[in-house]
T-cell receptor, first 114, second 113 residues
Framework: DAKTTQPPSMDCAEGRAANLPCNHS???????VYWYRQIHSQGPQYIIH???NNETNEMASLIITEDRKSSTLILPHATLRDTAVYYC???????????????FGRGTQLTVWP | EAQVTQNPRYLITVTGKKLTVTCSQN?????MSWYRQDPGLGLRQIYY???????DKGDVPEGYKVSRKEKRNFPLILESPSPNQTSLYFC????????????FGPGTRLTVT
């Protein structure tokens, strides 16, 4: 699985957009980009994933550069409850894969302040 | 409600006293997994199971056992716990090993003295 690089910490004002970057310059053509978050020692929570195209769901948007070497997770209107560690993970995703493990790096500690 | 449950949530025990941490999911998922989380080391996979009676080692399996007799349950067994197994443990499940989304339990904080 490709390695990812994320800033260790970021701040964001409540109500503003939080833009969390991730570099994955060695990503392979069949590897997806995933984002999970972990709120203070709770179980990690899936946020979103993508392969090439930008994706949006009720939680966030994922912007992947054209060369796929980096991506940005966008929380459009951050709230205090979004304070968490955010993990960017790249891995293959196909139904028959036995490689279900997720490699969590150090992630980015996002602090949303009032 | 779709969920992964773990019990107990907190446990303090002594070296050598066998213990089991239970994990159950109600989503009919094929894939289940155990992770441990330690400061500075992130989450590391201990064991995983692709389906009933199919289990395999993850990155840090030493000192642990698992079983998968039923699809919904995946207990983690520590036959002879040691202080270096003091950690925060998470169970996770997903539709398949290659599925996009994994669901995590709330965690079990284990202290071995």
């Amino acid at each position: 699985d490709a390695k990812t690089t994320q800033p260790p910490s970021m701040d964001c004002a409540e109500g503003r957009a939080a833009n969390l970057p991730c570099n994955h310059s060695t990503i392979s053509g069949n590897e997806y980009v995933y984002w999970y978050r972990q709120i203070h020692s709770q179980g990690p929570q899936y946020i979103i994933h993508g392969l090439k195209n930008n994706e949006t769901n009720e939680m966030a948007s994922l912007i992947i550069t054209e060369d796929r070497k980096s991506s940005t997770l966008i929380l459009p209107h951050a709230t205090l409850r979004d304070t968490a560690v955010y993990y960017c993970i790249v891995r293959v995703a196909n139904r028959g894969s036995t490689l279900g493990r997720l490699y969590f790096g150090r992630g980015t500690q996002l602090t949303v302040w009032p | 409600e779709a969920q992964v449950t773990q019990n107990p949530r907190y446990l303090i025990t002594v070296t050598g006293k066998k213990l089991t941490v239970t994990c159950s999911q109600n989503m009919n998922h094929e894939y289940m997994s155990w992770y441990r989380q330690d400061p500075g080391l992130g989450l590391r996979q201990i064991y995983y199971s692709m389906n009933v009676e199919v289990t395999d080692k993850g990155d840090v399996p030493e000192g642990y056992k698992v079983s998968r007799k039923e699809k919904r349950n995946f207990p983690l067994i520590l036959e002879s716990p040691s202080p270096n197994q003091t950690s925060l443990y998470f169970c996770a499940s997903s539709l398949s090993g290659g599925a996009y989304e994994q669901y995590f339990g709330p965690g079990t904080r284990l202290t071995v003295t």
